[in-house]
C-alpha cells in the first residue's frame, strides 16, 4: 500500500485538501495502474505558523515535504529507478497542480522502504 504524508503550511493548505488528494492519488495510479486507487493513503499534515522551521530560523514560505512509503522491494526492481522517477515527477507535478509553479523547485519526496514482514495490518503481521 503506497503512504504519502505531505507535510505543509496550513495556511497554504486550507481548502485545498481535496485537490491535492485528486492529484496525489491520480499520480500514484498513472504509474501502479488503476488497482492501486483503493489502497493509495495519503495524510496532509497542515503546519502551524511558526512551527516549521530551516536553519533554526521558522519558515515564512515553504514548498511541501513528502513522505512516500513504499515496499523496499520496489527498489530492487531493475525498473526501480524509473518507477522511483516517474512518482518524484507524478507527485510534484499534482503538488505544483495545486500550490502553483513557484513551489516546484522546492518540492521535497523522500522514499521510505519497509523491508517485507515488517508491516501490520488489523493487529496482524503480513507477509509481504
Avoid at 485537490?19 to 492501486?36: C, N, P, Q, S
Avoid at 495519503?42 to 513504499?70: D, E, M, N, Q, Y
Amino acid at each position: 500500500m503506497p503512504h504519502l504524508t505531505v507535510h505543509v503550511l496550513e495556511r497554504d493548505l486550507a481548502g485545498r485538501e481535496a485537490g491535492l488528494i485528486d492529484g496525489l492519488t491520480d499520480a500514484v495510479v498513472a504509474v501502479y495502474g488503476e488497482w492501486a486507487r483503493e489502497i493509495v493513503d495519503i495524510r496532509l499534515i497542515g503546519i502551524p505558523a511558526g512551527r516549521w522551521a530551516v536553519g533554526g530560523v521558522p519558515v515564512a514560505k515553504s514548498a511541501p515535504s513528502v513522505t512516500f512509503g513504499i515496499k523496499e522491494a520496489a527498489f530492487e526492481r531493475a525498473d526501480g529507478s524509473e518507477i522511483l522517477s516517474r512518482l518524484i515527477s507524478g507527485v510534484t507535478d499534482a503538488i505544483v497542480s495545486v500550490f502553483g509553479e513557484g513551489v516546484r523547485s522546492g518540492v521535497t519526496v523522500e522514499f521510505v522502504g519497509t523491508p517485507a514482514g515488517r508491516t501490520g495490518i488489523g493487529g496482524v503481521l503480513t507477509a509481504h
